[in-house]
């Protein structure tokens, strides 16, 4: 894969991280939301109820009209609908946080294996920039090396040894400024 593929495709799996992410905190949001009010919503019912049942004791002793019960019995119903509506709004919401979270899950292990991809093409990259006779002289030395009794990982150790932290974290900046590979 190209480094461009490979950048193109970091990208993407990048942005359907963040797309997750923002739908997950706007769902959060809207949970905690109707969390909040769902405790006043059901002072609200229990208050509604009991008006209703005043409004019937009132209707009973003749000092309401049965329109003004319906009235109050319509009042009572639009504030248990909203209840309900509510309590089915936040199930919904629940569940639709638990998609997410494993949608984003999901997107977070896809992204980064395309950073990894995105790595690794940079690297095939500088690889295929290495001249074919230096390829050849470390094959060279790692026989010489293997006939007077040193192991390969020796030998390449000694042909590469460890970079100080502070020049492999130079590299990789200049890296991840040429090649746009951030976190």
Known sequence: MSVTE??????????AVENCTKLLSDLTKRYDGFQESLPQLKDKVQVAEKSETSAYDSLVLGK??????????????????QYAESSKMLESLGRGIKKTESDLQHLNTESDLTRREYWQSVADEVRKGIPKHIFDVVKTLLVAGVQCCMTRQFIL??????????EFQAIRNELVKKYGIGE
């Open 64 to 81: 309401i009209s049965a329109k003004e019960l319906e009235k109050v019995k319509s009042e009572c119903q639009t504030v248990k609908n």
């Open 6 to 15: 490979a950048r193109q495709k970091f990208e993407a799996a990048k942005a």
């Open 157 to 166: 150790d000694n042909l590469f040894p460890n970079i100080p932290t502070d």
